[in-house]
């Protein structure tokens, strides 16, 4: 059971971390600084497996600090995607 946990310890890091290669990569293409959509998914992803784990582990620290990451990731999904629902609304007015 310990060795399983440790398995999803590692995968929500692997997640958790993989955010910032895909933040990395997208940046280099754009040639400036961008946070693409699917970081904040990898965020989001990455933070519910890291808070299964601190669960298991019992640990508040590591609950309170992925709860608190939660939320501000799925607030940036949130106005991702009100601004692409104003763009849409701009482009059909037009």
């Known amino acids: 059971m310990n060795s399983m946990w440790m398995t999803v310890g590692f995968l929500g890091q692997a997640v958790f971390s993989g ?17 693409p959509r699917l970081f904040w998914h990898l965020s989001i992803l990455g933070s519910a497996i890291l808070l ?8 508040p620290v590591f609950i309170i600090g992925q709860v608190a990451g939660f939320g501000i990731y799925l607030r940036n999904l ?16 037009e």
């Open 19 to 35: 955010r910032f290669l895909v933040q990395w990569l997208a940046s280099e293409k754009a040639g400036r600084s961008v946070m």
């Open 52 to 59: 299964a784990y601190a669960i298991y582990k019992r640990d």
């Open 78 to 93: 949130y106005l991702l995607r009100r601004d692409v629902a104003a763009a849409e609304a701009s482009r059909a007015g």
